[in-house]
Every structure is written in structure tokens, then in C-alpha cells.
């Protein structure tokens, strides 16, 4: 069974920064892209980000370019999701996700088959 953990999430003042973190076990990490992505109340869940297998790729939505920054840590088993310059509408909860290596890059949302549980995080203006 595939396990991905998030943490990291909390409340932060605008124009702030958190780092969210998602653990997967070896197997499931080395064989996949990994991405963020997030939902706020009442709306879709949304991509942010995604990480090739080697992180040598990166791919962003438009609302986080410049500011949030996907990486990986292939020794741990864990990606990395740096957040800066955060804004009230980045306030969501926040998933990673898998989507195997076989998939075209940039996977497609619909690609991802795995997720975490979520993390939330809170953004005050």
C-alpha cells in the first residue's frame, strides 16, 4: 500500500513562508513524479506543483511561479514544497500525490494516482 505523509502546514501572516514535506516509502518515491496540490473550501483541487524523477524538471501553476519552489530529496524519500511571499489565497489544504514514471511529464492531474491525507495551511492577511 502506497503511504505518502505530509507536514508543514500551519497558520502564517501574509508574506510569510512554511515548508511542506511528503515522506513516501523507497519503492513508491523512486518510481515516480511526485506534485503538490491544493484545495480550498468549496473549490477544486487544484495542481501547484510537480517534480520529475530526478527533480532535474519542474512545473508550476501560473498563481505560484516565482514564489514556491518544488524539490527532492531522492535520499529520503521525500519532496519538498517551499512556500514564500505567501498570500490569503494560498490558503488550502495541501495534498502530494504520485504519479508513475511511465506517464508522459508533466503528468496530467488525472495521472496522479496516489495521495496524502492533506496538511492545511492558513494564510492571514
Known amino acids: 500500500q502506497v503511504q505518502l505523509v505530509e507536514s508543514g502546514g500551519g497558520l502564517v501572516q501574509a508574506g510569510g513562508s512554511l515548508r511542506l514535506s511528503c515522506a513516501a516509502s523507497?519503492?513508491?518515491?523512486?518510481?515516480?513524479?511526485m506534485g503538490w496540490f491544493r484545495q480550498a473550501p468549496g473549490e477544486e483541487r487544484d495542481f501547484v506543483a510537480a517534480?520529475?524523477?530526478?527533480?532535474?524538471?519542474?512545473y508550476y501553476a501560473d498563481s505560484v511561479k516565482g514564489r514556491f519552489t518544488v524539490s527532492r530529496d531522492n535520499t529520503k524519500n521525500t519532496v519538498y514544497l517551499q512556500m514564500n511571499s505567501l498570500k490569503p489565497e494560498d490558503t488550502a489544504v495541501y495534498y502530494c500525490?504520485?504519479?508513475?514514471?511511465?506517464?508522459?511529464?508533466?503528468?496530467?492531474?488525472?495521472?496522479?494516482?496516489?495521495w496524502g491525507q492533506g496538511t492545511q495551511v492558513t494564510v492571514s492577511s
Open positions: 500525490a504520485t504519479a508513475d514514471r511511465s506517464k508522459a511529464w508533466p503528468p496530467g492531474k488525472s495521472e496522479f494516482a496516489y
Open positions: 523507497e519503492r513508491t518515491f523512486r518510481n515516480s513524479y
Open positions: 517534480i520529475s524523477l530526478r527533480g532535474l524538471a519542474t
